[in-house]
């Protein structure tokens, strides 16, 4: 059965995110990085010794399921935390590993946004998301 159009907002974003990230997480799979990891990964790499919370406020995501995600991608070696003046307080930063694998994940990602392109044939990628980000900002605040 095809996938059929939601009456909900909500549930419809999440099935469109569903979709994309299978796509996402097919067109990374020989990295051995998932679209959600690649996206800390990225953070990271930018912002490095961001905290959990920062990183959490950053990517609209709660804490517990990004402190999942973290755990596992220390466990695979590609990140590192150091504690901060609070002892609850981690600040993460890529190890030479993470930064070895995100580089090797981000031509497989590229590959990914133009097959997305080209799937979305006329849609308004960037008014989508720009639209997607003000409703970000607007209900995260």
Same mark, same amino acid.
């Given at each position: 059965m095809k996938p059929f159009r939601l009456p909900c907002y909500c549930g419809s974003i999440r099935q469109a +995110?569903? *979709?994309i990230t !299978?796509?996402?997480? @097919?067109?990374?799979?020989p990295s $051995? *990085?998932?679209? #959600?990891?690649?996206?800390?990964?990225? *953070?990271?790499? +930018?912002f490095p010794g961001m905290t959990t919370g920062d990183m959490a406020r950053a990517l609209a995501m709660d804490s517990t399921t990004l402190t999942r995600t973290l755990k596992i991608i220390q466990t695979? $070696?590609?990140?590192?935390? &150091?504690?901060? %003046?609070?002892?609850? &307080?981690? @600040?993460? @930063?890529? #190890?030479? %590993?993470?930064? &070895?694998r995100l580089q090797l994940a981000i031509p497989l990602w590229k590959g990914a !946004?133009?097959?997305f392109v080209h799937l979305a044939g006329d849609i308004d990628l960037d008014g989508l998301n720009k639209t997607v980000f003000q409703l970000t900002q607007k209900i995260g605040q």
């Open positions: +995110a569903r *979709v !299978q796509m996402y997480d @097919h067109a990374l799979k $051995g *990085v998932k679209i #959600t990891q690649f996206g800390i990964l990225r *953070v990271l790499s +930018a695979s $070696g590609w990140i590192a935390s &150091e504690p901060g %003046e609070d002892r609850r &307080e981690r @600040h993460w @930063h890529l #190890t030479p %590993e993470g930064n &070895e !946004q133009k097959e």
